[in-house]
């Protein structure tokens, strides 16, 4: 029902920049937040960044150097990521929570959760 196609990524050295982009496509009713969680090796999966409502949430360990931002009109979310650090290094993964077009249509119109495949950030020292 709803798809999520990430891009960007990479690898970078310490200082650097990256700009992951992710975009939603089907059908959606309606969209809460979009945001980007990331997991280490060995690590649970944890939230780099989100925004809700136009509002941004950061995880304390990106403040100040994460930038996450949203096109409405896209459905699309981009997370710009500068002064990179190898604690950074990880799968990025492309998060939304939204009400769809079916559940709206079934009459229960609940939010759901969609993941997008992740892609790789390494940052090297």
């Known amino acids: 029902q709803v798809q999520l196609v990430e891009s960007g990524g990479g690898s970078v050295q310490a200082g650097g920049s990256l700009g992951l982009s992710c975009a939603a496509s089907g059908s959606m009713w309606s969209i809460n937040t979009m945001g980007w969680y990331r997991q280490s090796p060995g690590k649970q999966r944890e939230l780099a960044a989100v925004?809700?409502?136009?509002?941004?949430n950061y995880a304390d360990s990106v403040k100040g150097r994460f930038t996450i931002s949203r096109d409405n009109a896209k459905n699309t979310v981009y997370l710009q990521m500068d002064s990179l650090k190898p604690e950074d290094t990880a799968v990025y993964y492309c998060y939304i929570k939204c009400i769809t077009g079916a559940a709206v249509i079934a009459g229960l119109p609940l939010e759901s959760d969609y993941w997008g495949q992740g892609t790789q950030v390494t940052v090297s020292s």
């Open positions: 925004i809700t409502n136009g509002n941004p």
